[in-house]
């Protein structure tokens, strides 16, 4: 059996990757023995190295792992270290909060700051807060529903808004199916929502017509099959279909917190009735929002009933906890700063510019696309342009390797797409670093 040139390279990184991460090979055989398939969390098995990396410390924009290699982190914790890993002011807030009480069950001061502070950056008046951005769409979803007597929520093929049983849905050959791997979902998803393509707004406008949608739940752009950007007029588009047919929008800001201080939403003006957003606003201390419109808010209180509030599927024992909101209050006061994000967006651009002209050099017919501070290459001469056209994309083997170079190097990606995000502690010799890693790998691929 002949191997082609990609699997000869491959097995070349899989081998450095072993030898140079002995201590992390040992620690995973011996995680088999007390955690299910040997990580903490079932997705780590698909770390390109056949077992993850264990980390021991890290700070800014870089961390260290248990064998002393060290990394420039551009994956950050897929956005939930986008403040950079233990920013000072978080850091400090969260030591003294929690030296003062973590969680009560009843406000602090913080919770109307920060409560001010998204207001300011959103334009949405009244906030509500959760653990996690699921938590915060779910709890969207569900108060959609409730307002609007609905049943169905609609979103877009390939989008991702955390484990939210009603958007693992995706389109197959016009029909509304789970999506592959979902586990055990509690219903036909075709039952709980429907699906568009991104960008496509015939089928919106043909699937809300239907009149049974409570609310689109929407990332400004896909961020997580791939960016994947809206194209012109289709916000506006979005907002006015969504109105036209009493149908209410929920912009998931999770990730398009990449674009500004305020968002996409802010840099864009949109106009959502619902804004939802965790990981990053509380520098990695688990922490979300979700905010309304002082319409929708009305109707929101309206439909809660006083006496029942506590048990009307929205809520969490610890949400909302004093430690979440002194994070939150630090983060966005001192360090996700509008300052911050000139620098970050700016370190988006070069990142993106050095992968350019490295593709350009090597003639590979790949692409690159940006959002912000957010940027990733395509194994394709163009960014596609729909979650369909997006995942078609996706060479498994090929992002493994590039991957696997990138780690081998000192450098890790966000999994799953070849992502890199800048926090404020990333350096312009950080992406510099990626750059010459990254034409060294292109080097190799097209020899
Ligand atoms: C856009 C978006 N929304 C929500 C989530 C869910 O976040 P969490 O897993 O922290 O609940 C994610 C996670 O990747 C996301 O990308």
Not at 212 to 235: K, M, Q, R, S, Y
Not at 439 to 444: A, I, L, N, T
Request: one cysteine or more; a negative charge.
């Amino acid at each position: 059996m002949t191997r082609s040139p990609l699997e000869k390279l491959l097995e070349r990184e899989l081998a450095r990757f072993e030898g140079s991460h002995p201590r992390s090979r040992a620690l995973a055989a011996d995680a088999r023995r007390s955690l299910l398939g040997g990580v903490p969390m079932h997705w780590m098995v698909r770390w390109p190295g056949g077992f993850p990396v264990f980390a021991t410390e890290a700070a800014g924009a870089h961390f260290l792992d248990v064998d002393g290699n060290e990394y420039v982190d551009f994956c950050l914790g897929d956005t939930g270290a986008m403040a950079g890993h233990s920013p000072a002011p978080t850091a400090r807030a969260v030591a003294d909060q929690a030296a003062r009480g973590i969680t009560l069950m009843l406000p602090s001061e913080n919770a109307l700051r920060v409560a001010d502070e998204l207001a300011r950056r959103f334009g949405l008046p009244l906030w509500q807060f959760a653990l996690t951005a699921t938590d915060a769409n779910r709890f969207a979803v569900r108060l959609a529903r409730a307002v609007t007597g609905r049943p169905k929520v609609l979103v877009f093929n390939w989008c991702y808004h955390g484990t939210v049983d009603e958007t693992f849905a995706a389109l197959a050959d016009g029909r509304v199916v789970a999506r592959a791997g979902n586990l055990g979902p509690p219903v036909p998803l075709d039952e709980t929502t429907r699906v568009v393509e991104w960008n496509d707004l015939e089928a919106l406008e043909r699937e809300l017509a239907h009149g049974d949608v409570a609310c689109v739940l929407a990332e400004p752009a896909l961020t997580n099959v791939g960016i994947v950007l809206p194209e012109a007029g289709f916000h506006a588009a979005l907002r006015e279909t969504t109105r036209r047919h009493g149908t209410l929008l929920v912009i998931d800001e999770t990730h398009t917190l990449c674009t500004g201080p305020g968002g996409y939403t802010a840099a864009h003006g949109l106009e959502p009735d619902v804004l939802t957003i965790g990981k990053a606003i509380g520098g990695g201390i688990a922490s979300a929002a979700y905010g309304f419109t002082e319409e929708l808010a009305r109707r929101v209180q309206a439909a809660i009933p006083q006496d029942e509030s506590d048990v009307g599927g929205v809520g969490g024992t610890l949400a909302a906890n004093v430690l979440s909101l002194a994070a939150m209050r630090a983060t966005l006061t001192h360090v996700l700063t509008e300052e911050a994000f000139e620098r970050m967006i700016a370190l988006g651009e070069r990142w993106a510019a050095g992968v350019t002209e490295a593709i350009a050099r090597h003639g590979l017919p790949w692409d690159v696309q940006r959002l912000g501070c957010r940027a990733e290459y395509w194994f394709t001469p163009s960014p596609p342009r729909t979650g369909g056209e997006a995942a078609a994309a996706d060479d498994h083997e090929l992002a493994r390797f590039t991957h696997l170079y990138a780690l081998n190097r000192g450098i890790l990606l966000t999994p799953f797409h070849n992502m890199a995000l800048m926090s404020p502690a990333t350096s312009e010799e950080d992406v510099d670093a990626h750059s010459r890693v990254f034409d060294e790998m292109c080097g190799e691929l097209t020899a």
